[in-house]
């Protein structure tokens, strides 16, 4: 009876493997990594609250901005309630972009399971690293489906600002590629990363004893506001609940290929980049190049890059932002700065012209491979900030790269061509017909500075 029985598992076991060696030889993926696009800021949203929600061992997080607005405590709420459920959460916050309250980490932080770190805080002995920054933003559940794009966690990423919002682009992946993107968070996390100081403060040799002891009540008083505020945000969230399984119309691809600098890279180490690997991905072009960024101040080895490949034909198209639709006057400065050189290159070059912003960051290759993450094609992104993204291969279906090159489209068709073919098209006076006297006098100013800070753009 043993005998048979093993016999029996064998020849199963064998007829799993011919089945899996039969699907590989028609082409289709087998155990493939999937991924799904996340345009819209309600899918966006709702994306990261179920998978949130779905979690059962692990959370990995990290973000460069975290307000103290609805959808940041609506997420911190869900990460709370995950801790609570016993799954090991773990987030890492930049700390210069992140506004977090004090009261709202301590808050966190009382749930066992719930560990913060803080990326690179401020150190007046190395006064230098101040601005290399943590821009990454992925959220990671169970090493099993991930969200990794543009996407901060603020109500303007998300269409909620009662002001200027952000127009983003995320990729929600599920594989062995959120494995290897959770296998690098995890690498960063032992890297030194500071915490939060949440010794108490002692009253006992403070002078006016009876004032410390107020300011301790008063901030007690906030941390429990804090948890009120989160709580409130559970509970609406659980009420406003869709029943969505978002993997479900993801596109499956044999193996998508995670980028990232090293984890144990030092913040001012220039080896082991991910814009080394971009420009490796541009210069294998044949036929045709999309570029979408926010920011566009792009490295001599880029252009160099870029150069040859409009030498060779191919066909580069940019998208960034115009003064109009930009949030930051420093980058509109170093960008006008090589505006007119971009152009002369070759590159059909577009200008966002709304009052919103682009903050998506993605470029397709030839209509096949995709890559889409937090790197903006810029100097900051290149060498100074930590940076990850995901690229996919869609050589076998197409309807990824198709349903890009919709939503590229969708950004061209409220944009402006500036130059194409080698000549400029559109003047910055004509662009900036809408904008404000000031702004235009800021970049001037900046345009003139531009010496002084061009290798932090």
Same mark, same amino acid.
């Given at each position: 009876?043993?005998?048979?029985?093993?016999?029996?598992?064998?020849?199963?076991?064998?007829?799993?493997?011919?089945?899996?060696?039969?699907?590989?030889?028609?082409?289709?993926?087998?155990?493939?990594?999937?991924?799904?696009?996340?345009?819209?800021?309600?899918?966006?949203?709702?994306?990261?609250?179920?998978?949130?929600?779905?979690? &059962?061992?692990?959370?990995?997080?990290?973000?460069?901005?975290?307000?103290?607005?609805?959808?940041?405590?609506?997420?911190?709420?869900?990460?709370?309630?995950?801790?609570?459920?016993?799954?090991?959460?773990?987030?890492?916050?930049?700390?210069?972009?992140?506004?977090?309250?004090?009261?709202?980490?301590?808050?966190?932080?009382?749930?066992?399971?719930?560990?913060?770190?803080?990326?690179?805080?401020?150190?007046?002995?190395?006064?230098?690293?101040?601005?290399?920054?943590?821009?990454?933003?992925?959220?990671?559940? =169970?090493?099993?489906?991930?969200?990794?794009?543009?996407?901060?966690?603020? =109500?303007?990423?998300?269409?909620?600002?009662?002001?200027?919002?952000?127009?983003?682009?995320?990729?929600?992946?599920?594989?062995?590629?959120?494995?290897?993107?959770? !296998?690098?968070?995890?690498?960063?996390?032992?890297?030194?990363?500071?915490?939060?100081?949440?010794?108490?403060?002692?009253?006992?040799?403070?002078?006016?004893?009876?004032?410390?002891?107020?300011?301790?009540?008063?901030?007690?008083?906030?941390?429990?506001?804090?948890?009120?505020?989160?709580?409130?945000?559970?509970?609406?969230?659980?009420?406003?609940?869709?029943?969505?399984?978002?993997?479900?119309?993801?596109?499956?691809?044999?193996?998508?290929?995670?980028?990232?600098?090293?984890?144990?890279?030092?913040?001012?180490?220039?080896?082991?980049?991910?814009?080394?690997?971009?420009?490796?991905?541009?210069?294998?072009?044949?036929?045709?190049?999309?570029?979408?960024?926010?920011?566009?101040?792009?490295?001599?080895?880029?252009?160099?890059?870029?150069?040859?490949?409009?030498?060779?034909?191919?066909?580069?198209?940019?998208?960034?932002?115009?003064? !109009?639709?930009?949030?930051?006057?420093?980058?509109?400065?170093?960008?006008?700065?090589?505006?007119?050189?971009?152009?002369?290159?070759?590159?059909?070059?577009?200008?966002?012209?709304?009052?919103?912003?682009?903050?998506?960051?993605?470029?397709?290759?030839? !209509?096949? !491979?995709?890559?889409?993450?937090?790197?903006?094609?810029?100097?900051?992104?290149?060498?100074?900030? &930590?940076?990850?993204?995901?690229?996919?291969?869609?050589?076998?279906?197409?309807?990824?790269?198709?349903? /890009?090159?919709?939503?590229?489209?969708? /950004?061209?068709?409220?944009?402006?061509?500036?130059?194409?073919?080698?000549?400029?098209?559109?003047?910055?006076?004509?662009?900036?017909?809408?904008?404000?006297?000031?702004?235009?006098?800021?970049?001037?100013?900046?345009?003139?500075?531009?010496?002084?800070?061009?290798?932090?753009?």
């Amino acid at each position: 009876m043993p005998v048979y029985w093993w016999h029996s598992l064998c020849f199963r076991e064998n007829r799993v493997k011919v089945l899996i060696l039969f699907l590989i030889f028609l082409g289709v993926p087998v155990g493939a990594d999937q991924a799904r696009f996340l345009l819209a800021n309600r899918d966006a949203l709702r994306a990261r609250e179920r998978i949130i929600q779905e979690a &059962r061992e692990s959370i990995c997080a990290e973000y460069f901005i975290i307000s103290n607005d609805v959808v940041t405590v609506n997420e911190l709420s869900l990460l709370r309630e995950a801790a609570r459920r016993g799954v090991d959460v773990k987030l890492i916050i930049d700390s210069v972009g992140s506004s977090l309250s004090r009261e709202m980490l301590v808050a966190m932080m009382e749930e066992p399971h719930m560990q913060i770190r803080f990326f690179n805080k401020p150190n007046l002995f190395r006064p230098s690293t101040f601005t290399h920054r943590n821009h990454s933003k992925q959220l990671n559940v =169970d090493g099993r489906v991930g969200i990794i794009g543009g996407r901060n966690v603020s =109500d303007d990423y998300f269409g909620l600002s009662p002001k200027r919002n952000f127009v983003d682009l995320d990729v929600i992946v599920s594989g062995e590629v959120a494995n290897r993107a959770r !296998k690098y968070f995890l690498e960063l996390w032992v890297t030194g990363l500071g915490r939060l100081d949440n010794n108490e403060r002692s009253c006992f040799s403070v002078e006016n004893q009876e004032s410390c002891l107020r300011e301790k009540e008063w901030a007690k008083g906030l941390v429990e506001e804090s948890k009120r505020r989160l709580d409130n945000a559970a509970m609406r969230i659980h009420e406003s609940e869709e029943p969505v399984e978002w993997m479900e119309l993801a596109e499956d691809f044999g193996e998508i290929t995670f980028y990232s600098n090293v984890a144990h890279k030092n913040v001012s180490d220039e080896e082991h980049l991910l814009i080394d690997n971009l420009n490796k991905f541009i210069a294998g072009s044949v036929s045709e190049v999309l570029i979408l960024t926010p920011y566009l101040i792009p490295t001599a080895q880029t252009l160099e890059v870029l150069g040859k490949i409009i030498s060779a034909g191919v066909r580069v198209k940019i998208l960034t932002n115009s003064l !109009k639709s930009s949030d930051t006057f420093a980058a509109q400065a170093g960008y006008r700065a090589i505006k007119k050189y971009i152009v002369s290159m070759g590159v059909e070059l577009y200008e966002f012209n709304s009052s919103s912003i682009i903050h998506a960051k993605a470029i397709m290759v030839d !209509k096949k !491979k995709i890559f889409i993450g937090s790197s903006n094609l810029d100097i900051r992104s290149a060498v100074i900030n &930590r940076e990850i993204g995901v690229l996919i291969n869609d050589e076998v279906s197409g309807n990824f790269s198709s349903e /890009f090159e919709i939503i590229y489209n969708g /950004f061209l068709s409220q944009s402006v061509l500036i130059g194409k073919d080698g000549k400029m098209v559109a003047t910055d006076s004509s662009v900036d017909e809408d904008v404000g006297s000031l702004s235009k006098i800021k970049v001037k100013i900046l345009g003139i500075l531009l010496p002084l800070f061009r290798n932090q753009l």
